[in-house]
C-alpha cells in the first residue's frame, strides 16, 4: 500500500484553521479522487471531503461544509485541507486518499472503500 506524505496537524484553538497538506503519488491515475479522511479512536474512518482531479468537482461531509475547502495542485499532486471555524469535535488523525474510480460523486466519492492509497496520517487537536 502507497503512503502519501501528509503533514500540517497539530493543536488549534477552537474557531481557529489549519491547512493540511498532502502529497499524491503520480502518475498513478491519469484521472482520480482525491480525498481527505478522518478517524477517532473507536469510530470508522469517515470521509471528509473529495475533489476530482480532472475538473475540480468537490463533495463535501455535511458536518464541515462552509468551514473547510478542498483543493488540488493537480501538476505538482500536491492536495490541500483548508480548515476554518474549527470545533472540538473536528479533532481526529486526517488522512488523504486516492482513487482510481474518478466517477464517483455524491456519498459515493466519500466511501471509505473506494480509496486504494492511503497516507499516514496527520493528528489535529482542537481545544477550547
Known amino acids: 500500500q502507497e503512503q502519501l506524505a501528509g503533514s500540517g496537524g497539530g493543536p488549534v484553538r477552537t474557531g481557529g484553521s489549519l491547512r493540511l497538506t498532502c502529497t499524491v503519488p503520480?502518475?498513478?491515475?491519469?484521472?482520480?479522487?482525491a480525498a481527505w479522511f478522518r478517524q477517532t479512536p473507536g469510530k470508522e474512518r469517515e470521509g471528509v471531503a473529495s475533489i476530482r482531479s480532472d475538473n475540480g468537482e468537490t463533495t463535501y461531509a455535511d458536518s464541515v461544509k462552509g468551514r473547510f475547502t478542498i483543493s488540488l495542485d493537480n501538476p505538482q499532486k500536491t492536495l490541500y485541507l483548508q480548515m476554518n471555524s474549527l470545533k472540538i469535535e473536528d479533532t481526529a488523525m486526517y488522512y488523504c486518499?486516492?482513487?482510481?474510480?474518478?466517477?464517483?460523486?455524491?456519498?459515493?466519492?466519500?466511501?471509505?472503500?473506494?480509496?486504494?492509497?492511503w497516507g499516514q496520517g496527520t493528528q489535529v487537536t482542537v481545544s477550547s
Open positions: 486518499a486516492v482513487s482510481g474510480q474518478w466517477w464517483l460523486s455524491g456519498t459515493g466519492a466519500l466511501r471509505l472503500t473506494a480509496f486504494e492509497h
Open positions: 503520480g502518475p498513478t491515475y491519469r484521472t482520480y479522487l
